[in-house]
Nanobody
Framework: VELVESGGGLVQPGGSLRLSCTASGRSFSINAMGWYRQAPGRERELVASITSGGSAIYADSVKGRFTISINIPKNTVYLQMDTLKPEDTAVYYC??????????????????WGQGTLVTVPS
C-alpha cells in the first residue's frame, strides 16, 4: 500500500487549505486513515484520524477548525484546514492502517506513511 499526499503550501493566517491522501496497491482495504504533523524541533503528533466507518477523532488544538473525511471507494482521506494559525506550520504526514488480503487464506495488517507535505502559515 502506497500513500500519495497533496495540497500543502503557504497560506496566510486565517486562511484555508485542503490536504488529500490517496492509497494505492493491490488487494487491500482501508481500516483507518489519518493525519499527523511534525513541526521543527517537535515530535510527530496526531492531528486527526478517521475509521472506514466514519468515526473521527481530533487533537484538541485543531477541534472546530479542521475537518477530516474519507472516501472509501477512492481510498482517499481529506483534511480541510480552516482558520489556520502560525502554530499549524508543520510537515503533515498521511497515515493508513489497512488489511492486505491477496487470497482468502492469507491476510495481514499494514501501516503506511506518506512522504509528507509542508504547510506554512507565517506569523
Amino acid at each position: 500500500v502506497e500513500l500519495v499526499e497533496s495540497g500543502g503550501g503557504l497560506v496566510q493566517p486565517g486562511g484555508s487549505l485542503r490536504l488529500s491522501c490517496t492509497a494505492s496497491g493491490r488487494s487491500f482495504s482501508i481500516n483507518a486513515m489519518g493525519w499527523y504533523r511534525q513541526a521543527p524541533g517537535r515530535e510527530r503528533e496526531l492531528v486527526a484520524s478517521i475509521t472506514s466507518g466514519g468515526s473521527a477523532i481530533y487533537a484538541d488544538s485543531v477541534k472546530g477548525r479542521f475537518t477530516i473525511s474519507i472516501n472509501i471507494p477512492k481510498n482517499t482521506v481529506y483534511l480541510q484546514m480552516d482558520t489556520l494559525k502560525p502554530e499549524d506550520t508543520a510537515v503533515y504526514y498521511c497515515h493508513a492502517a489497512a488489511l492486505v488480503q491477496p487470497t482468502i487464506e492469507s491476510s495481514w495488517s499494514v501501516e503506511e506513511w506518506g512522504q509528507g507535505t509542508l504547510v506554512t502559515v507565517p506569523s
